[in-house]
């Protein structure tokens, strides 16, 4: 059974820093890219930063700069470090992993709030 225990969400000042972390089990962790995407209130879900099974990255532009990404396989846990935030980085930020057979799997998504 595929698990995420996604933390780290809450509210933050504009121009402060908040870090995500999402548990993973019941799929090859090691194996698999994992992704932080986000929701914003009325708006389409978004890739916001993606880390291959190699440790290769990719960001959305708008978090260039400002957002790492990491892994650590001996715990199954991805991060997301977020600095220098700004109100319109305000979503619902979601853990998702796509397995190298295949499959897609999505965490239950923690709230970012970013305060002006």
């Known amino acids: 059974q595929v698990q995420f225990v996604e933390s780290g969400g809450g509210l933050v000042q504009a121009g402060g820093s908040l870090s995500l972390s999402c548990a993973a089990s019941?799929?090859?962790?090691?194996?698999?890219?994992m992704s932080w995407y986000r929701r914003a209130p009325g708006k389409e879900r978004e890739l916001v930063a993606v880390?291959?099974?190699?440790?290769?990255?990719n960001y959305f532009d708008s978090v260039k700069g400002r957002f790492t990404i990491s892994r650590d396989n001996s715990k199954n846990t991805v991060y997301l470090q977020m600095n220098s935030l700004k109100p319109e980085d305000t979503a619902v930020y979601y853990c998702n992993a796509f397995t190298n057979y295949g499959k897609n799997y999505w965490g239950q998504g923690t709230q970012v709030t970013v305060s002006s």
């Open positions: 880390i291959g099974s190699g440790g290769s990255t």
């Open positions: 019941g799929f090859t962790f090691s194996s698999s890219a």
